[in-house]
Antibody, heavy 122, light 108 residues
Framework: QVQLQESGPGLVKPSQTLSLTCTVS??????????WSWIRQPAGKGLEWIGR???????NYNPSLKSRVTISVDTSKNQFSLKLSSVTAADTAVYYC??????????????WGQGTLVTVSS | SYELTQPPSVSVSPGQTARITCSAD??????TYWYQQKPGQAPMLVIY???ERPSGIPERFSGSSSGTTVTLTISGVQAEDEADYYC???????????FGTGTKVTVL
């Protein structure tokens, strides 16, 4: 059973860089046809797709965040990471890491982390 | 930017049918995925590729597509189906995903 766990600071100062890591257990991050994704949700609001990285290392980002986002993968640690620069209070949200099953096209996001709250405040 | 519009809320009595629509603002429309989210929990996939049901999802959940609108139908709604539901699809160039605005399903 695949499990994903987010980790990182729960509080980030405005203008700084938000950094989160997702540790994958129960399977190798480099095997299979999967995209490893980040999705966020401000309190009381809807889901926002941030971006994803394929096992090959190719990435896709939300155009509204693209200039500030970097997603990377560390296969040796079975982890992938999110960096979001120049954060403001609008970036305060629960951040989810997730796995998208992608064989012959997408089969949807089938595994999610529990989510981690990141607050941007001085 | 690409947008997916859902009704903010749907109310339904137990045993009745709930229908949640998701309208795209442009063609071509790519496959749509549906997620259920209960308070304090991560979302859970209930429909993929417009109408396919993942293993373990009850048969009362079904999906359909027509033009730029897709619909999630919950037949014989149960109290446990009360949750927020989000559709998800790719933009017209299939380079990034967008979530719908979300629909709160209330079981009366």
């Amino acid at each position: 059973q695949v499990q994903l766990q987010e980790s990182g600071p729960g509080l980030v100062k405005p203008s700084q860089t938000l950094s989160l890591t997702c540790t994958v257990s129960g399977g190798s991050i480099s095997s299979g046809s999967y995209y490893w994704s980040w999705i966020r949700q401000p309190a009381g609001k809807g889901l926002e797709w941030i971006g994803r990285i394929y096992t090959s290392g190719s990435t896709n980002y939300n155009p509204s965040l693209k200039s500030r986002v970097t997603i990377s993968v560390d296969t040796s640690k079975n982890q992938f990471s999110l960096k979001l620069s120049s954060v403001t209070a609008a970036d305060t949200a629960v951040y989810y890491c997730a796995r998208e099953n992608y064989g012959s096209g997408s089969y949807g996001v089938d595994y999610w982390g529990q989510g981690t709250l990141v607050t941007v405040s001085s | 930017s690409y947008e997916l519009t859902q009704p903010p809320s749907v109310s339904v009595s137990p045993g009745q049918t709930a229908r949640i629509t998701c309208s795209a603002d442009a063609l071509p429309k790519h496959y749509t995925y549906w997620y259920q989210q209960k308070p304090g929990q991560a979302p859970m996939l209930v429909i993929y590729k417009d109408s396919e049901r993942p293993s373990g999802i009850p048969e009362r959940f079904s999906g359909s597509s027509s033009g730029t609108t897709v619909t999630l139908t919950i037949s014989g709604v149960q109290a446990e189906d009360e949750a927020d539901y989000y559709c998800q699809s790719a933009d017209s160039s299939n380079t990034y995903y967008v979530f719908g605005t979300g629909t709160k399903v209330t079981v009366l």
